[in-house]
């Protein structure tokens, strides 16, 4: 693999650049611990909450005006048509400039739209894909529920068919961002008598419709994430099935392999490690760190594992680029970056030692309490897109052809 860009590549990392540079607003970008969940906070920016979303909003039309709240979406879906390799480096520059990635990123451009691409008729693409695209819409993913997150096809939510209508009843849970979304991408079952896997459909499920319940779950970092969603005899039209019915787990693994790569973790991680090493460089003689000297060669393992971690996305990347479909390549990239997410926080808490467990507005917390909130998350990095062990279950079977049992 040549690493270097070829000149046009080049001449478009440079033009990202100067678009971040000239563009983004410097109060909203975020980098390094900054970047992760409930890192940082409105006090690091200096700017109010109100001030923060009008600054991102006006960051994503901007975004919008080219085609770049989805990027590699084709031009007839309002997205700018970048080939994989733009796209790789597009991600890269706006992750290492620590800018916003604008509109729903994530749930809707990364998961939702793709899926409705590849599956979806043209009647649902015109009618949901612009809205992601200029950043007005926001998705969730209602997947996983109490009975059915690792062996998510035991799912029980029911979709009965009626009339020209399906009539959703069940739960959902560990719902991000349920609570002010207008979409959710919906698997439910619709034949009981199916073998598990071959009884589901795939569903576009309005959030306003009647019969839907929305409750938080506040999680230990004291954010509102997650949600847990309840249908009580929900109409959703058939006009609203993606693909076909009772083969919705096929449509629901690739939008689980969407979930599965990406480039922009893996320079967060990057840069998480660099700065820990400045801080530790700046407070050398004090503390866990005079006492320690060893942690330096905890960190320096830590930025190894960062590069490695680069090295399995850009596996995955030259595949996409060579027209392949990673499969177990993407799930080896997940379970490397989510295992790498915990081990980064716990070296850098400790780093800090008992005061890496002050929290955000601590008169003495370090580095504003960002260590602490980074910490408590990256609790979750090996349960959400799939736990580490499906992970491993799926580079044994797919990846080695070990037998199932």
Not at 164 to 179: F, L, R
Request: aromatic share 8%.
């Amino acid at each position: 693999m040549d690493f270097r860009d070829l000149p046009e590549e080049a001449a478009f990392r440079s033009e990202v650049r100067a678009f971040i540079d000239a563009e983004c607003p410097p109060q909203i970008r975020r980098r390094g611990f900054n970047a992760m969940f409930g890192g940082g906070g409105w006090d690091d920016i200096r700017v109010s909450t109100d001030d923060y979303r009008a600054l991102n909003a006006s960051w994503a039309r901007t975004l919008a005006s080219r085609g770049w709240i989805a990027p590699a979406w084709p031009k007839e879906y309002g997205g700018a048509g970048l080939t994989v390799m733009q796209q790789f480096i597009f991600n890269q520059e706006m992750a290492n400039a620590g800018a916003p990635r604008g509109g729903n990123y994530g749930i809707g451009t990364g998961w939702a739209g793709p899926t409705i691409i590849l599956y979806g008729n043209e009647e649902q693409k015109k009618r949901y894909l612009p809205g992601i695209v200029l950043g007005d819409d926001i998705w969730c993913q209602g997947f996983s529920e109490p009975g059915a997150g690792s062996d998510l096809a035991a799912l029980q939510t029911r979709a009965v068919k009626d009339g020209d209508d399906y009539v959703i009843n069940g739960q959902k849970i560990w719902t991000s961002g349920a609570h002010v979304s207008k979409y959710m991408i919906l698997l439910a079952r619709t034949d009981p008598e199916a073998p598990k896997h071959k009884g589901i459909s795939y569903f576009i499920l309005d959030m306003k419709a009647p019969g839907i319940t929305v409750r938080p779950l506040v999680n230990m970092a004291d954010n509102h994430d997650f949600n847990e969603v309840f249908f009580d005899n929900v109409r959703v039209p058939k006009e609203n099935l993606i693909g076909e019915e009772n083969r919705g787990w096929y449509v629901g693994t690739t939008t689980l392999d969407f979930e599965r790569s990406g480039i922009a973790t893996s320079v967060s991680h990057s840069l998480m490690v660099e700065h820990l090493a400045d801080f530790m460089r700046e407070h050398a003689g004090t503390g866990v760190i005079a006492r320690n000297p060893e942690l330096r060669n905890e960190v320096a393992d830590r930025a190894i594992e960062a590069a490695v971690e680069s090295m399995l996305c850009t596996t995955v990347i030259s595949m996409q680029n060579r027209g392949l479909v990673p499969n177990k390549e993407g799930s080896i990239a997940k379970l490397f970056s989510s295992q790498l997410d915990v081990r980064i926080s716990e070296t850098a808490m400790k780093a800090l030692g008992l005061y890496g467990q002050l929290r955000r507005g601590s008169a003495r917390a370090p580095a504003n309490g960002r260590i602490e909130s980074t910490y408590i998350y990256a609790t979750t990095s090996t349960i959400g897109g799939g736990t580490s062990e499906i992970q491993r279950n799926i580079i044994a079977t797919r990846g080695l052809g070990l037998p199932r049992a």
